[in-house]
């Protein structure tokens, strides 16, 4: 028997695909987007293109959706990992914004993915005496009562007032100096490039025909309606033409480059942000609450990430490559320079295991400063029969998918069903308390420890009975990750079996987060997540040592571009890595992904077919 109840359809089911995005299934999903006339084509495989393809696949129409590169491998996996309201709108009076924000928080936490959103708290140092406590404390009162506004339980306690004497007991790492007392309030955070997998696999789940690495090159048009894109597999090179009544563009900071491609110009931009984030270790400075800090900017956040922390975020106009935004060493520096100025022992470059360099896709006037730009989203027909959507954040996905598919069904002949999202749980989160509620005995079960169960739980939520299969049936795969020893072995197979990923980068960069957490950044882990990866996706020896040489080569890229002092400089520095297509087609490697017998799946269900049976 399973060891977690599944939400698995079983395998005759009419209304469900499988769970499984894998290499077949992305070979199914292009052969259908090649064959058929669909209701809506979504472009761009972030956050929101995800949400869009699951909301319009839940409404009962035929999608597709494509991504140029991997899921979530622009902005999408370079957040601050937060789920919030946003603390700074408040103080810009931007209380719709922080209201919709709350909402949909409480909703992720307690409805749609409770696996991968939880609660994580903040302290919000005091400096001045009375009337800083008295205004701060109105905008947290403010702050909670908004997110009892939904429909649910906002799945977070109120905010309290804290002594000098207690925060010195909270946070014994912060100076004395640095406060006179504060405020713990809380929101919640989730792994950005891991949510939006499993949107992806959510909505291949219910029938949406979903492709990473396919690219749009044009637009179809008769007369001035679009009527579809032209595409190539980037994988092997073949080109094919797709058709749909209407295509919606959710690319972000590539919005308006997408625009120019059908010969129109939007009635708002988007502009790039850059923000940079620095992974350090927890043990680093001693506290058991995240911190929220004023900049001279705008805020700070330090968040608390498993055994490390995430400080950021800066805030800067970014002109230059979109796909590989690079951080500079004044990035780094202004970071550290303000984190210093609460810790009793100071951070050093020394302290930085990992760095990470994100664009926000904001809406811009002709001269705005980028702090100062609006989260706020537009949905707009940038054409006909092409729906454009930009801005927003993370958190409001859900409700920018929706506004989305909401303007391209206007257009249809027929009534279209409303969306239906706030009441669809993502893949691994039916039964996902039950399951936490049994993790010891899950553990007691495997021979692990009950730590490894409860990360494979946060990560996967109910669908760990599939990596447990694997463990099963590979018992070499509980191994730890060289040089990563928070994530196991059968976590890389599974990326690349049920995941959709297609390049070590996807795996060690966003199915994991190897690449910012580990001090190598990946580099030990490298090959044998490359050998792994390979015996499921049907690599040669020599493909599997151009993958371990290309993310090499990007590792060496971004850690010699973090010490160039100007955006500039560290963008021409960063770009000496070439994407991993680049090198595999200046290699002559055009055989497409995922074409060996090889099926992990069955592999892992080999020794257990009655569980593997019921999973399905």
């Known amino acids: 028997m399973n060891s977690i109840p599944s939400n698995s359809p079983s395998t005759n089911s009419t209304t469900k695909r499988s769970e499984r995005l894998g290499p077949a299934e992305r070979r199914q999903a292009i052969e259908a987007l090649r064959a058929k006339d669909l209701d809506v ?44 309201g946003g603390i700074r709108y408040l103080e810009q009076l931007d209380f719709g914004l922080v209201r919709e924000a709350l909402v949909e928080r409480g909703l992720l936490m307690q409805r749609i993915a409770p696996h991968l959103v939880s609660p994580v708290r903040f302290l919000y140092p005091l400096r001045k005496p009375l009337i800083e406590r008295a205004y701060i404390g109105a905008g947290m009162l403010l702050y909670d009562l908004f997110s009892r506004t939904g429909v649910g339980s906002p799945g ?61 090159e044009g637009f179809l048009k008769v007369g001035e309606r679009v009527v579809g894109a032209q595409a190539v597999d980037v994988e092997s090179g073949e080109r094919f033409e797709i058709r749909a009544k209407q295509v919606v563009n959710a690319t972000g900071v590539w919005t308006d480059d997408t625009n120019t491609m059908v010969g129109e110009r939007a009635s708002f931009r988007v502009r790039a942000s850059k923000g940079i984030h620095l992974v350090v270790p927890r043990d680093r400075f001693q506290s058991r609450v995240g911190l929220l800090l004023r900049t001279e900017k705008s805020v700070l956040f330090v968040i608390p990430w498993g055994r490390h922390w995430i400080i950021g975020t800066t805030d800067t106009d970014w002109t230059l490559d979109k796909a590989h935004p690079a951080a500079t060493a004044a990035d780094i520096d202004y970071l550290l320079t303000h984190v210093n100025e609460v810790l009793a022992v100071k951070l050093t470059r020394d302290d930085v295991e990992g760095v990470f360099a994100g664009l926000r896709p904001l809406l811009a006037g002709e001269s705005d400063e980028t702090s100062k730009l609006s989260r706020e989203h537009l949905v707009a027909h940038s054409a006909p029969g092409l729906v454009l959507v930009a801005g927003g954040k993370f958190t409001t996905y859900r409700v920018m998918a929706k506004d989305a598919i909401d303007a391209a069904v206007d257009a249809f002949d027929v009534r279209v069903p409303p969306s239906t999202t706030e009441d669809v749980p993502l893949l691994g989160a039916t039964g996902f308390r039950a399951a936490w509620n049994r993790r010891a005995k899950i553990a007691r079960a495997f021979g692990v420890h009950r730590v490894r169960i409860e990360h494979l739980l946060r990560r996967y939520g109910t669908l760990t009975d599939e990596l447990l ?76 040592e151009r993958e371990t040489s290309a993310y090499r080569s990007r590792v060496a890229a971004e850690i010699a571009s973090q010490q160039e002092p100007d955006d500039e400089s560290a963008d021409r520095v960063r770009l000496q890595a070439p994407d991993i297509g680049s090198v595999l087609e200046r290699a002559g490697d055009n055989t497409p992904i995922g074409t060996a017998p090889v099926d992990a799946s069955a592999a892992s269900a080999a020794d257990s077919t009655e569980a593997a049976d019921s999973a399905r």
């Open 41 to 84: 084509l979504v472009i761009g495989g972030g956050v929101v293109g995800t949400g869009a393809a699951l909301d319009a696949v839940t409404r009962g129409l035929s999608v597709g959706l494509v991504e140029a590169r991997d899921f979530g491998s622009g902005t999408s996996s370079r957040s601050s990992k937060l789920i919030h």
């Open 469 to 544: 299969d694997l463990i099963r049936a590979r018992p070499e795969l509980v191994e730890p990750v060289p040089g990563a020893d928070d994530y196991i072995l059968a976590e890389i197979v599974y990326a690349a079996s049920h995941e959709g990923a297609l390049h070590l980068d996807d795996v060690l960069a966003r199915r994991t987060r190897i690449s910012i957490e580990a001090w190598d950044r990946g580099v030990s882990a490298a090959p044998v997540a490359a050998e792994l990866m390979g015996d499921v996706l049907g690599w040669d020896a020599a493909r599997r």
């Open 156 to 216: 977070v306690p109120m905010h309290r007032h804290l002594t000098r004497g207690q925060i010195a007991r909270l946070a014994p790492g912060l100076s004395r100096r640095a406060y006179l007392g504060g405020i713990v309030y809380s929101d919640a955070q989730m792994d950005d490039a891991r949510y939006v997998a499993m949107l992806a696999r959510t909505a291949s789940f219910y029938g949406a025909h979903v492709a990473p690495r396919v690219r749009v």
